[in-house]
């Protein structure tokens, strides 16, 4: 009890006479203020955030990597690339890319270390499966979902060649004035040419008699579709 | 299935943090077998069940080398929640990329939640699954980390929803119901045991428990008297914070799975080769699935908040689905059973062969095995196998993490630090004989030595035990009167 009336009284101390060295050095309060609290900053590294995008684009395409971290900061590329290494510990940076690139970014510190990978895909002619939980309000609406594709998934670059049901009933997929009704498994060219950016809206209708949560469980609540890409001539 | 007479050991392996689909998935694959009878991976590459969402990408089941990862996988009770990802009452399965996102911000094109094992990395899964019986509908309990799991495995019940770096607060321990019921069990660990974190003291320190150092010559030299009727094995935690000349063999990620599956062949091997396997039961299962990806969502298993309970949100799930192998002559080879299973159908068969019936355990265990979760005697057969399989005999090498520093302690690592210092404030010269890992453990900051606080309720039964016991006596001879 004697301590913490001592322990207090230097606290008012401090706090009538900010500027009292003495009490600065004595006092736990500031003690824990000047000396712990930035060393225990330095002592933590972490990574609050790590995003590259867009995370699919074309040969010559520029990504921008965009972190905020604690700590010690690096950002290294496997395939390597200029202007990687030592950042600060927020900030972003555009990369032109000609292949696949893994992005690593790295925080470290005086008791702990960090890491956060993402991967920059160079798409070509690799197709990629897009899609989503699906809803169902309505059943003579049937299941839908609405995507859109901006830059985190797709670059402006990117065109469809083909689309493909990968559901296990069939779909009618629409973008901006073009639609085609698949079966499963089916795959189309009725997008070729059109940027893979934009809004796709997925329908499947409701067989007779099957209510919404027959059918959203008859899919797994998903609704999914396969895109192959080519680039802008 | 009434269980066979012959059947005298009961042994059980609990590792730490993989799912199903992670470890046995590959079974269902045309490439590996394509077993019809297991529920695993097949059309993974197309089923909707398969697919993960994130940002609108799907991501897809794949195929990857054992190899420790860059860090553990979210499994936490909100992290799980996420990776269920519940649309009403349905769990989608569909949220594991996006758990794994919010927990690393890592984003790749194969992410590590949605990787599977093939045979070449689960040598002695796959060798157990093919010469045994795989459960494919066993369930963690409860939908969150290894505390809640691991307490619901060894007291029928949590008191607590995640993992904390504390002794565990619990009802009754597995090992006083047995001593309770007359029951001689014995605990092998390879470095220091999880039953320390609930408390243990004095039972630790005695002849219960051993290193599994003993357990060959142990199966050698018993006599039928004295011989355990319930085994436990443990491995050597990754969540230790100190070990002693073994490498941390018990999958949890970041882990490889190399060395654990190394530590079931050694223990398969062992009591395979010794003269008790012919009655013996050995159940391999998971705590929980470590935040790997499981297609079959989790059974509908409601659960009250027990009094005392830590937490306020009941549980109304099991967990995710997470390996689960008999080896038994008890077992036809090569077979699977698709009845609803979690680690509570452990005691169940303990309730089945110790005290008369499955409902005999507890009322914890009842409640659950009245929603259809079954006791593990629903796979035994009649018939019992005169074959012993052998073991395959390379064992793999994997590449190990080297951590050159670990001065952040994760919630379970000061979970095992505390337990480690209590037992050596209660005894140290005996704790040290014990488990010598703990030479290694930095004990300035040891816990008073006030009995009050380092003799936990656990240690503090033996009174309690002994009326129990008489209760239970008096009302055999009633009941034989």
Known sequence: MRTLVNRRARVKSLAESPRDSRWQIVSP??????????LLLV?????????????NLCAGDTVTVTWQATGHVSLDANPSLSHTGPKDSQGSEPFTLQQTTRFVLSAHSLFSQKTADADVMVVANTPKEFGGLASCDVPSQGLTLTLPLQDP???PAMRVTSVTNMNARPI???????????????TSSAFDHLPAQGTWIVTSTLNQNESCADGLSAVHDRLTFRIAFSCRD | MPIPDKLKTIVVVMMENRSFDHVLGYLALPQFGGRTDVDGLLHSDTDAAFANEYDHQIYRPFSMSDRPLNSDLPHSRPEVATQLAFRGTRATMSGFVQAYVELTHSMVETPPPLGYMTPASVFMSNFLARNFLVCDRWFAPVPADTQPNRAVAWTGCTLVDDTKGRIIPHRDLVLDWLTQHDVRWRVYHSGLSFFLLFGLLQDALGDKFRSIRSLAGDLATDSDDTAPQVIFIEPEYNDSPVHFGNIPNDNHPPLAIGPGENFLRDVYTTLSTS????????????????????????????????SGALYAEPFKTTGVRVPALIASPFVPSGTCYSGSLDHTS???????MFAGGPKQYSEDVSLRLDQGIKSVSSVLSKTQRTDVPVAPTTPVMVEQLIRSTKPVLNENQKAFALAGKKILAYDASRAMGKFPEL???DTSKAPPMNPQTIVPDHDRKPQKIRKKKQTIKTKRRKKKG
């Open chain 1, 29 to 38: 309060v500031s003690a824990f203020v000047s000396v712990l609290w930035p």
């Open chain 2, 275 to 306: 003269s008790r396997w012919a009655n013996t039961l050995l159940i391999v299962t998971y705590d929980e699935h470590g935040g790997y990806f499981d297609h079959v969502p989790p059974l509908p298993i409601q659960s009250a908040v027990p």
């Open chain 1, 153 to 155: 998934q797709v670059s």
């Open chain 2, 439 to 441: 030479v290694h453990l």
């Open chain 1, 172 to 186: 009618l997929l629409r973008k901006e004035n073009v639609q085609v009704t698949l079966l499963p498994g089916e």
């Open chain 1, 43 to 55: 002592g933590c590294a972490s990574i609050e955030s790590f995003q590259a995008s867009p995370r």
């Open chain 2, 346 to 352: 452990i005691l169940q068969l303990f309730g089945e």
